[in-house]
T-cell receptor
Framework: DAGITQSPRHKVTETGTPVTLRCHQTENHRYMYWYRQDPGHGLRLIHYSYGVKDTDKGEVSDGYSVSRSKTEDFLLTLESATSSQTSVYFC??????????????FGEGSRLTVL | QKEVEQNSGPLSVPEGAIASLNCTYSDRGSQSFFWYRQYSGKSPELIMSIYSNGDKEDGRFTAQLNKASQYVSLLIRDSQPSDSATYLCAVNERDNFNKFYFGSGTKLNVKP
């Protein structure tokens, strides 16, 4: 299994509070991603990173920010959580598509409930 | 907006039968194609990848790609109850920051 650790795995918070989810990888992969998964919507890309301090928005980035100060860590922050951000969040990693087939590997997920 | 479409199912097949899962995608720039399996409450796991037109076989799984029709499928032969899961189709744009887009998944039920 790819070395991807997400924390926390479960969190319950209240509307308006800030939340940070952490993704840590031990694979030294270049690309890191945050997805959210909701019933009927599949996996939707929130933000992604293509290197240290290199990040960009995905399909559903409103209300989220990210940071990547080290290769191994990719943080997802909800500045002011809303009930619509209740979801399961998956971190994923991928090696450079130049060097291999570019497969995507997932962490175990973080279940966030915003009350 | 990239579109990856899958029938949500559920698709029910008897044990030992062939399960056929289908996926269409909208962007002709898509370069790589993947099938992931996701058990309830778990993270997606990669089961097949395909990069060129035609068939690719791996054990009981066969992926089929037709880029002209923008269509990718997954066949599962000799289906087992343990194959019951949601199957996610993903497309990748290696030349566009290596982004991956997913369909909403097809739920497969294999009945003993």
């Amino acid at each position: 299994d790819a070395g991807i650790t997400q924390s926390p795995r479960h969190k319950v918070t209240e509307t308006g509070t800030p939340v940070t989810l952490r993704c840590h990888q031990t694979e030294n992969h270049r690309y890191m991603y945050w997805y959210r998964q909701d019933p009927g919507h599949g996996l939707r890309l929130i933000h992604y990173s293509y290197g240290v301090k290199d990040t960009d928005k995905g399909e559903v980035s409103d209300g989220y920010s990210v940071s990547r100060s080290k290769t191994e860590d990719f943080l997802l922050t909800l500045e002011s959580a809303t009930s619509s951000q209740t979801s399961v969040y998956f971190c994923a990693i991928s090696e450079s598509p130049v060097s291999n087939t570019g497969e995507l590997f997932f962490g175990e997920g973080s279940r966030l409930t915003v009350l | 907006q990239k579109e990856v479409e899958q029938n949500s199912g559920p698709l029910s097949v008897p044990e030992g039968a062939i399960a056929s899962l289908n996926c269409t995608y909208s962007d002709r720039g898509s370069q790589s194609f993947f099938w992931y399996r996701q058990y309830s409450g778990k993270s997606p796991e990669l089961i097949m990848s395909i990069y060129s037109n035609g068939d690719k076989e791996d054990g009981r799984f066969t992926a089929q790609l037709n880029k002209a029709s923008q269509y990718v499928s997954l066949l599962i032969r000799d289906s087992q109850p343990s194959d019951s899961a949601t199957y996610l189709c993903a497309v990748n744009e290696r030349d566009n920051f290596n982004k991956f887009y997913f369909g909403s998944g097809t739920k497969l039920n294999v009945k003993p």
